[in-house]
């Protein structure tokens, strides 16, 4: 079993910066990737960023990859969500998750942390 346990997030004015945090516990060794989405108030819940846990390559959303960066702390077993820039439509629920291969489901999930850009 793997927990995942997200800190920060909060509210942040348009144009701001914030640092979204996830650690790792538990049973790690085979984990393949990370990811985090994002869940906007009725819309359903979209990819926002991975990273392959073992060798750090990374995904992006095309319209977010140039203000957001994913990463992680292998040894700490920690991952990392940096937003700068924000924007109004950034305004979501994000989530961390991680599965154990290529092809199989996210299996673990952590709690959701809020993330509301106001103007």
């Known amino acids: 079993q793997v927990q995942l346990v997200q800190s920060g997030g909060g509210l942040v004015q348009l144009g701001g910066s914030l640092r979204l945090s996830c650690a790792v516990s538990?049973?790690?060794?085979?984990?393949?990737?990370m990811t985090w989405f994002r869940q906007a108030p009725g819309t359903g819940r979209e990819f926002v960023a991975s990273?392959?846990?073992?060798?750090?390559?990374?995904d992006y959303q095309e319209s977010d990859q140039e203000r957001f960066t994913i990463s992680r702390s292998y040894v700490e077993k920690i991952l990392y969500l940096d937003m700068n820039n924000l924007k109004a439509e950034d305004t979501a629920v994000y989530y961390c998750?991680?599965?154990?291969?290529?092809?199989?489901?996210?299996?673990?999930w952590g709690q959701g942390t809020q993330v509301t850009v106001s103007s």
């Open positions: 998750a991680a599965r154990n291969g290529i092809l199989t489901p996210y299996e673990y």
């Open positions: 538990g049973q790690s060794d085979n984990m393949y990737a």
């Open positions: 990273i392959d846990w073992k060798k750090g390559v990374t």
